[in-house]
């Protein structure tokens, strides 16, 4: 198993790192396969992501994905970010060992009971 | 940037003098040892001469060992092969017919190496009847819990002499001397019965240890340990990769696993990997003089464990444990450091997780492995921490340090100035839970 250099890079200095204390929506999940956990902070306005962190209890494989997918979706509409797939941050990431594919979903995850806890 | 290895329980760095002494069987004495011809006879001396270097240091005869590819297989053929050779019908030669048996029982315990509990998990769907021993919190195999599960049809216990992933001791004297009680007792109790009705001799229990992770530091000698069979690797005593063996006592019966030229008394066919083999004799030798030379003629026994090697690297051990102890909160030490080898330190740094620790020290240059599930490849927490009774989540955040012959004291102290911050920096990452 190796992991890419855009993996590492993100592993060693994250983007979006953090908490937002007065944030619009959080989402959290959980991997309960391997006992990971990822919660999302979202700043929203008008539709669009304003600003978003995250915190990330997990191997280097579900930190790099949650640097890179924040950094997907931050300044895009709901809807935009809502069409996020696994495929393409795990693309973004130059690729991800196949064991590690389910990491990449921990993000998409919290990220969609964000939007889904702002919607409600 | 200076790398920094602390994996030796992983493998180790080959010794220089063990390199030297294979390269001539390389290109020079390349010949089948089992031709029958000059070439071929200059390669078996080699062969020899290792097996001699292998039986001093177990205290065995030289035909009493068994060169495989490593203590996987050697693992394997003490396992499957002595099972194997009790419950067919027709193995002949050296299972003769009283040793034959309907319904083999197996003791082994639950921190053993998947070398030894694939297999026995593979007999078990066949049928075999498999009892895998609890440890005790500090990774210890109860003797007590041992003693009673031995049955009727007990009729091979393997254990482990030293835990890969925290370093714990197995009391394998004691288990071996049990074993030996009950069939000298068996035996006993049988020669008294009338000749004529009492039947075919009693099935003895053989011993298996699997030695992998104690050659450094252990006794390992078979006869003072009572053991029948002993695994050992030689990439884990900075030997070559690729060879181990597999020490059998004369009369213990077992069928090859893999069949062909009849090598090794037809116990293990196939080509002699002759520079392998001269590295691993050279490299038990080097133990063996080591040994001998810190504690004079006199003692065999316990004696030969406490040595200046093990003393320095205990050392260097208690070293890292403090300094981490000191500098970040929040840690547990599952290594039980009164019941372990010198070369292990096991830890969890609670709130994080244990590959992404890894991975972080591998890039400032510093090797260690994980018991985390995320680094399994089957996203499985270590199977020895959960036995402990260690928790999911804490075992998610262990780390093996495990040092050895070449660690130094300038090593330890830079690993206890880089962890700190990177512990911080991923405990600062993760949510409150
Ligand atoms: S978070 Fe556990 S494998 Fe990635």
């Given at each position: 198993m190796q992991y890419s250099k855009q993996v590492l890079k993100h592993f060693k200095n994250p983007h979006n790192q953090g908490n937002i204390k007065n944030a619009d929506a959080i989402g959290q999940a959980g991997n309960l396969k391997c006992g990971d956990v990822m919660k999302i902070y979202l700043k929203i306005k008008d539709n669009k992501i304003k600003d978003i962190k995250f915190e990330t209890l997990g191997c280097a494989a579900a930190i790099a994905v949650s640097s890179a997918t924040t950094d997907m979706i931050k300044g895009k509409t709901i809807d935009e970010a809502k069409k996020l797939t696994k495929e393409k941050i795990i693309k973004k990431l130059g690729g991800l060992p196949p064991v590690k594919v389910h990491c990449s979903m921990l993000a998409l995850e919290a990220l969609h009971e964000a939007i889904k806890k702002y919607k409600s | 940037m200076n790398k920094i290895y602390l994996d030796y329980s992983a493998t180790t760095p080959m010794d220089k003098r063990v390199a030297q002494a294979m390269?001539?069987?390389?290109?020079?004495?390349?010949?089948?040892?089992?031709?029958?011809?000059n070439f071929g006879q200059t390669a078996m001396a080699g062969v020899d001469k290792a097996r001699e270097q292998a039986a001093k240091f177990l205290n065995c005869?030289?035909?009493?060992i068994v060169f495989t590819s490593g203590a996987t297989e050697s693992n394997n053929l003490a396992i499957t092969g002595v099972i194997k050779a009790l419950l067919?019908?027709?193995?002949?030669?050296?299972?003769?017919?009283?040793?034959?048996?309907k319904n083999p029982h197996i003791i082994t315990s639950s921190i053993e190496h998947p070398a030894i509990l694939e297999p026995c998990k593979k007999l078990e769907k066949e049928g075999v009847e498999v009892t895998y021993l609890p440890v005790k919190s500090n990774g210890v195999v109860d003797i007590e819990k041992f003693k009673k599960a031995i049955k009727k049809n007990t009729a091979l216990v393997s254990v482990m002499h030293?835990?890969?992933?925290?370093g714990s001791i197995q009391p394998i004297r004691e288990i071996g001397k049990t074993i030996k009680k009950i069939n000298e007792k068996k035996l006993k109790d049988w020669k008294k019965l009338n000749p004529k009705e009492r039947g075919e001799k009693p099935q003895p229990i053989y011993f298996h240890t699997d030695a992998t992770q104690s050659v450094n530091y252990l006794n390992c000698d078979v006869r003072w340990n009572y053991v029948d069979m002993l695994s050992m690797s030689?990439?884990?005593?900075?030997g070559p990769k690729g060879v181990g063996v597999l020490y059998v006592k004369t009369d213990v019966p077992i069928e090859p696993l893999q069949l062909g030229g009849h090598q090794e008394n037809g116990v293990r066919s196939g080509t002699y990997n002759v520079p392998a083999i001269v590295g691993i004799g050279k490299a038990i030798e080097l133990i063996e003089n080591r040994k001998a030379k810190k504690q004079g003629k006199k003692k065999a026994g316990a004696a030969k464990s406490v040595e200046a090697n093990n003393l320095k690297i205990a050392k260097l051990r208690n070293m890292l444990v403090d300094g981490i102890i000191k500098n970040i909160p929040n840690v547990v030490l599952n290594t039980d450091r009164k019941n372990a080898v010198p070369s292990h330190a096991n830890f969890s740094f609670l709130g994080v997780e244990g590959e992404s620790i890894l991975i972080s020290l591998d890039l400032e240059g510093v090797a260690v492995s994980t018991g985390s599930a995320c680094a399994s490849g089957k996203l499985e927490a270590s199977h020895v921490l959960l036995a402990m009774g260690i928790k999911q989540e804490i075992a998610h955040s262990s780390i093996r340090f495990s040092l050895g012959k070449y660690t130094t004291e300038a090593e330890i102290k830079k690993v206890i100035k880089i962890l700190p911050p990177i512990i911080k920096k991923l405990r600062r990452m993760s949510p409150e839970l």
């Open positions: - | 390269l001539p069987y390389f290109c020079d004495k390349f010949g089948n040892a089992s031709s029958i011809h005869e030289p035909d009493e067919r019908q027709d193995f002949g030669g050296q299972a003769s017919k009283q040793q034959r048996i030293v835990n890969n992933e925290v030689g990439h884990k005593i900075q």
